[in-house]
């Protein structure tokens, strides 16, 4: 009986082997030729007459790496009417005296500063959206992270996509910038890597239906049609739950051929940790079953079990090694060819121990529903959505005080 149940165990073992080898080496295969039909295609850089007039909402909280350079990128935009938004939820807050510096150094450019403590849900950020969006003049929205370094054709290049009646938003890849530190290399390498990967992967085998928070632009009329930024205030993926909205409406996500730049510096492996579960988590939650089949695509892992499972035979590493060198050579052609990353041979040798700690993440995120954010605690419910658990947590809704509004070169006093 033991003799029979080994038997089958070794049989299952070997067959999930043998489908792990051939998904993630088709995987791998499947990027390349994505990344080659995507960034061959050359969209025209030339400006149009009628380009809409854009307001940029911006959500700050605390001093992001090269916060003001970040920032001063959207005031030398190689754009027309343009309206920025920048967002805080406290007047202490650090990134205020930057927004300042800005209004100063800039005057020419349409630059408001919203303090506004009102809370109207557990996602922090679209509460900030939310409050801004309130002072908002223009009828084309870009929602922009704090720590995305942008070229000078960022806007005209993202909002060129809404002159298609049937595209209803536009969004960006990124690629990380590594400022130093082993848990940053990390977390660079994840991004470049694996989610760039994965994202090049799903625009050939999938319809874009999400949308990416690093950038989304969109017409403010549809986002007023689905309710604004309220809708998502309790939910973890804010930017998956708006995709998925504006798809249900009719309209197309379109993906913009420009790559823009991260800059992240996370300093610990303790954060480093949390925010591969964060991600990790809101993956499983957002798509279950997409993330159970996500672990066919880890290559490394595979080739680690099967040289495991079959004693280095001969054979089995030849399998392996296969598979790991098709690994880094897919992985050095998107860093260096197609995203232009700055990741240097050395730190892309760090590559295989990385996808082995990605393998172990991706258990991980099965043990549990809480994620940290922002210094901050939540719990993840089966439906997307989050109860923040720390302690002294902000009550929900307006019994804070009214916004304060600074304009170009006015003082935050």
Request: with cysteine; net charge neutral.
């Amino acid at each position: 009986m033991w003799a029979s149940l080994e038997s089958v165990v070794a049989t299952v073992s070997q067959a999930l082997i043998f489908v792990g080898l051939i998904v993630s080496a088709i995987y791998c295969l499947v990027m390349l030729y994505s990344a080659r039909q995507f960034f061959a295609r050359r969209p025209d850089e030339e400006g149009v007459s009628d380009e809409p007039a854009v307001t940029v909402l911006k959500p700050l909280k605390g001093l992001d790496v090269e916060l003001y350079e970040n920032l001063r990128d959207l005031c030398l935009q190689d754009y027309g009417r343009l309206q920025l938004v920048f967002g805080v939820a406290d007047a202490l807050d650090p990134a205020v005296a930057v927004v300042q510096r800005l209004q100063r150094d800039y005057p020419q450019v349409d630059i408001d500063l919203v303090v506004d403590a009102r809370v109207y849900g557990t996602n922090y950020k679209v509460s900030n959206l939310h409050n801004m969006y309130a002072h908002a003049k223009h009828d084309v929205i870009v929602i922009a992270d704090s720590d995305i370094r942008v070229p000078r054709s960022y806007l005209r290049q993202l909002v060129r996509h809404l002159r298609d009646p049937r595209v209803g938003l536009a969004t960006t890849m990124y690629r990380a910038a590594n400022t130093g530190g082993a848990p940053t290399l990390v977390e660079s390498l994840c991004i470049n890597t694996d989610w760039c990967h994965m994202v090049l992967v799903a625009r050939i085998v999938e319809r874009a239906s999400y949308a990416f928070g690093a950038t989304i632009a969109m017409r403010r009329a549809l986002l007023d049609e689905i309710g604004g930024f309220l809708p998502f205030v309790d939910y973890l993926a804010d930017d998956y739950q708006l995709g998925q909205r504006v798809v249900a409406r009719g309209y197309q996500l379109a993906l913009s051929h420009q790559v823009l730049e991260t800059l992240i510096s996370l300093g610990s492996w303790r954060r480093l940790i949390q925010h591969q579960l964060r991600w990790a988590r809101t993956y499983r939650v957002c798509r279950p079953g997409g993330y159970f089949g996500s672990i066919f695509t880890h290559a490394t892992l595979w080739a680690v079990l099967n040289v495991s499972f079959h004693e280095f035979s001969a054979a089995s590493c030849l399998a392996s090694g296969a598979l790991v060198a098709l690994r880094y050579a897919s992985a050095a052609l998107l860093c260096w060819r197609y995203l232009g990353a700055d990741t240097t041979p050395a730190q892309l040798a760090l590559l295989a121990p990385k996808d082995l700690f990605v393998s172990v993440v991706w258990v991980l995120a099965f043990l549990g529903d809480n994620v940290t954010w922002s210094g901050r605690r939540f719990r993840v419910l089966p439906d997307g959505k989050m109860l923040d658990v720390t302690p002294g947590a902000a009550v929900p809704h307006s019994w804070t005080p009214l916004p304060e509004v600074h304009r170009r070169g006015a003082s935050a006093d």
